[in-house]
C-alpha cells in the first residue's frame, strides 16, 4: 500500500487530501494537514472519493444526446470533433472573445463560481 498527498476535484476548494492506495483502489482518504488552504480538512463528497470512482455506473465513456432525449455512446474523437465545432461556431458567430465567465480561484479556473457570481445578483 502507497500513500499519495492529492487534491480533491468534485468543488472548486480543491482541499488536500492523503490516500492510501492498494491495486489501484482508494483504501483510505484523510485530509492533508500540510495542505496550505484546507488544512486537513475533509467534507463527505471527499471521504467517499472511492464511491465516485469505482462506482458500477460512472460513465466510462462520452456520451451523445439524441433528439428523442437518448444518450448513445461514442467515441472520444467524435466527442471532441463535435465540442471543437460548437466552439468555432460560437467564436464565428459571436467573435473570438466569446466565451463563459470564468474567474481564477487558487490558481485554478472556476466556471461555476463566476457563473454563481454572475447570478447572484439576479436572484
Known sequence: MTTEKTACIL?????????EVEGGQLKKIRGDNDHPGSHGYICNKAARLNYYQNHSERLQHPLKRQVDGRFVPVSWDEALSDIAQRLNGIRDAHGGDARLPCRRWRGRATIAGAWQQATAPSI
Open 11 to 19: 468543488c472548486s476548494r480543491n482541499c488536500g487530501l492523503e490516500v
